[in-house]
């Protein structure tokens, strides 16, 4: 009979599901609590996304659904297993992790940015890892210091 008219998975449909781990960064897990809690808040919803799939009686479609929410729960578990809480700065003399920075580039932009850790930075929504070429070269720096960043040179105008 032919594999087309039997209800068992083929090896092929359980190599589609088979996801490969995220990559986990080689730098500490520095976070922030805002940072530490969005990490909770991820690893619940992987969970109840895996959970929700397991309700799903086709057993391909029950594997194809699990996949994704499977390998974040793994990743999410070993990231919450290595995070290393930062408290916020307690002085806004130099750039720190967990400030927020303004800053002018050499062609009058002006960018606020706050340094986070890596599972948090979203530099739409204004945060930068701590890891980013800008953040460590702001790193240490006061307001008034130039750093270079890249091919260009910023300015620190503000550290809050």
């Given at each position: 009979m032919s594999v087309a008219f039997t209800k068992e998975e083929s090896a092929e449909t359980a190599s589609e599901t088979l996801l490969p781990d995220r990559p986990i960064s080689p730098h500490p897990n520095l976070v922030t609590e805002k940072g530490l809690q969005a990490l909770q808040t991820q690893l619940a919803?992987?969970?109840a996304a895996y959970e929700a799939a397991q309700a799903i009686e086709d057993v391909?479609?029950?594997?194809?659904?699990?996949?994704?929410?499977?390998?974040?729960?793994?990743?999410?578990?070993?990231?919450?297993?290595?995070?290393?809480?930062?408290?916020?700065?307690?002085?806004?003399?130099v750039v720190a992790f967990g400030s927020t920075v303004t800053f002018s580039r050499a062609d009058g932009r002006v960018q606020t940015y706050r340094i986070v850790g890596e599972d948090e930075a979203d530099p739409?929504?204004?945060?930068?890892?701590?890891?980013?070429?800008?953040?460590?070269?702001?790193?240490?720096?006061?307001?008034g210091d130039v750093a270079g960043a890249g091919a260009q040179e910023i300015e620190i105008l503000a550290i809050a």
């Open positions: 919803e992987a969970r391909n479609e029950k594997r194809r659904q699990s996949a994704v929410p499977l390998r974040d729960a793994r990743y999410l578990t070993e990231r919450l297993r290595t995070a290393q809480l930062v408290p916020d700065p307690a002085s806004t003399d739409k929504a204004g945060t930068i890892s701590f890891v980013a070429p800008v953040a460590r070269s702001l790193m240490g720096k006061a307001v």
